[in-house]
Structures are given as structure tokens and as C-alpha cells.
T-cell receptor
Framework: DSGVTQTPKHLITATGQRVTLRCSPR?????VYWYQQSLDQGLQFLIQ???????AKGNILERFSAQQFPDLHSELNLSSLELGDSALYFC?????????????FGEGSRLTVL | QQPVQSPQAVILREGEDAVINCSSS?????VHWYRQKHGEAPVFLMI?????EQKGHDKISASFNEKKQQSSLYLTASQLSYSGTYFC??????????FGTGTRLKVLA
């Protein structure tokens, strides 16, 4: 158990819909990262938050948005969903600076768009 | 900009050795290695912080050459449990923690 919690674990929805994925980082971790992993593909960096502030953005579509709340949990919002958005979405957190910087991953949210 | 890993895939028999390489076009300050089982979350294996320094994890070790911007993961006497996809990961100083292209490893009995 990494200590990172993601909900929901599975989600099936239709094209054009909007969904929200939630992530609670490990206790004490300030950084939250979001990744997209399409079927049998690599881990694509979407966005990173640190202590409530957006710190870095990857190839995140304009239809996607995220935020980190004062209690440090984060949400990834996906709107106007397309078939190609079907993927496993991972959230990860890392310890404050001064640590080794490794990422601790949640179990992922599997999104299926029909 | 994504680190390139080689080989893309490898099949081994139990007890055989393998080497997975990770090469970056940008400077690497540190390299992490992760293993991901199918359908599961990636799990951290080790970190390489210093050029040329080797770290070990059971029968898995790694090296890091800062000058060549490369890291290699060495799997010795592979076990069935080593099967999975291996990713190198790095933050090139931009806070974008990116992963390599991945190497699928399958160990056969």
C-alpha cells in the first residue's frame, strides 16, 4: 500500500460526458502528479501541483483541468470525453524536497469511454 | 524529450541476465527506476544520484553515467517475479517528472 488513494477505481461513461477523478496523497506529501497511461503504453505526464499551486504542465489537453485543494487532495477533471481518452489515470505523490524524490503511485482510475 | 529505453521488449528464461538502458537527450541529475506489473501501479525500485554510482536492490542493480546521460538497469539471475514493464524516470529540473519509453520484460519458467 503506497498510501496514495485514488477514486473511483473504475469508471465507464459515454462520449461527450465529464468525469472527475480524485486523489489523496500520502500524509505529509505536498506534491501531486497526474499521469495518463493508454493501453499498453507509457506514462504520459499531465500536470504537477505543489502545495496547492500548479508547478508544471505536460501534454494535458485543454478539455482536462486539475486542481489541488488546501487539504492537499487533488482532482482531475476530464470533459467532452472522447473514445481516445479511455486510459488508466494515475496519481502520484512525492515527499518534500530533501528526500529521494521517488514517486508513490495510487492504484489508478481506469476510465472507459464508450 | 522523453528518455528512450532499449530494448523495447525482452524475453528471458529463469536464471538469465538482462540489461535495460535508458538514454536522455537532456542532462540527467538523477534517475529512478520503476517496475510496473500489468494493470498495476508502478513501484519504485531504486534511485541513482551520483554519476557512475551503482545501487542494488536484491539481484537488481543499476548504474548512472552523467556524462553520457545514460542509466542502465541490470537484472541478474532473473526470477518469474521480475516480469513486468520497467521504466526509468527523471526530473530534468523542470518539475516535469517524466518517464522513459518503457521496456517489457517477460521471464519464462
Amino acid at each position: 500500500d503506497s498510501g496514495v488513494t485514488q477514486t473511483p477505481k473504475h469508471l465507464i461513461t459515454a462520449t461527450g460526458q465529464r468525469v472527475t477523478l480524485r486523489c489523496s496523497p500520502r500524509s505529509g506529501d505536498l506534491s501531486v502528479y497526474w499521469y495518463q497511461q493508454s493501453l499498453d503504453q507509457g506514462l504520459q505526464f499531465l500536470i504537477q501541483y505543489y502545495n496547492g499551486e500548479e508547478r508544471a504542465k505536460g501534454n494535458i489537453l485543454e478539455r482536462f483541468s486539475a486542481q489541488q485543494f488546501p487539504d492537499l487532495h487533488s482532482e482531475l477533471n476530464l470533459s467532452s470525453l472522447e473514445l481516445g481518452d479511455s486510459a488508466l489515470y494515475f496519481c502520484a505523490s512525492s515527499a518534500p524536497p530533501g528526500n529521494t524524490g521517488e514517486l508513490f503511485f495510487g492504484e489508478g482510475s481506469r476510465l472507459t469511454v464508450l | 524529450q522523453q528518455p528512450v529505453q532499449s530494448p523495447q521488449a525482452v524475453i528471458l528464461r529463469e536464471g538469465e541476465d538482462a540489461v535495460i538502458n535508458c538514454s536522455s537527450s537532456k542532462a540527467l541529475y538523477s534517475v529512478h527506476w520503476y517496475r510496473q506489473k500489468h494493470g498495476e501501479a508502478p513501484v519504485f525500485l531504486m534511485i541513482l544520484l551520483k554519476g557512475g554510482e551503482q545501487k542494488g536492490h536484491d539481484k537488481i542493480s543499476a548504474s548512472f553515467n552523467e556524462k553520457k546521460q545514460q542509466s542502465s538497469l541490470y537484472l541478474t539471475a532473473s526470477q518469474l517475479s521480475y516480469s513486468g514493464t520497467y521504466f526509468c524516470g527523471t526530473d530534468p529540473g523542470t518539475y516535469k517528472y517524466i518517464f522513459g519509453t518503457g521496456t517489457r520484460l517477460k521471464v519464462l519458467a
